[in-house]
Nanobody
Framework: VQLQASGGGLVQAGDSLRLSCAAS??????????MGWFRQAPGKEREFVAA????????FYADSVKGRFTMFRDYAKNTVVLQMDSLKIEDTAVYYC????????????????????????WGRGTLVTVSS
């Protein structure tokens, strides 16, 4: 599956921004894929932001964004959306969307969705810059 992320930009702290990730060229149903958002700030390692599992079973968030970010699927557009509210300067990063169709353990789901190595497809990142 090919992924195309968009929606990044320059905003001020406290503002909102919506990122989208369009999936195309897939051979499986859109619902078959676990979808994730990760980010990488300058000089830091890539980190998990949010994930929505197969069949929209569950959505997980990093503690740093919980309550401020919302991830959901737009089935009409085969797109996953990351709605980011109350943005902070520390949210500045390149944001990447990722997908995988591999099955995750129902027992370890909350852990596995956070593992970037388990995702097969990655989109090009979109830069989010939050200024004071």
């Amino acid at each position: 599956v090919q992924l195309q992320a968009s929606g990044g930009g320059l905003v001020q702290a406290g503002d909102s921004l919506r990122l989208s990730c369009a999936a195309s060229g897939r051979t499986l149903s859109f619902n078959t894929y676990h979808m994730g958002w990760f980010r990488q700030a300058p000089g830091k390692e890539r980190e998990f932001v949010a994930a929505n599992t197969q069949n929209n079973y569950a959505t997980f968030y990093a503690d740093s964004v919980k309550g401020r970010f919302t991830m959901f699927r737009d089935y009409a557009k085969n797109t996953v959306v990351l709605q980011m509210d109350s943005l902070k300067i520390e949210d500045t990063a390149v944001y990447y969307c990722a997908a995988t169709s591999r099955p995750f353990s129902s027992v370890h789901l909350a852990v596995q969705v956070r593992e970037s190595e388990l995702y097969d497809s990655w989109g090009r990142g979109t830069l989010v810059t939050v200024s004071s």
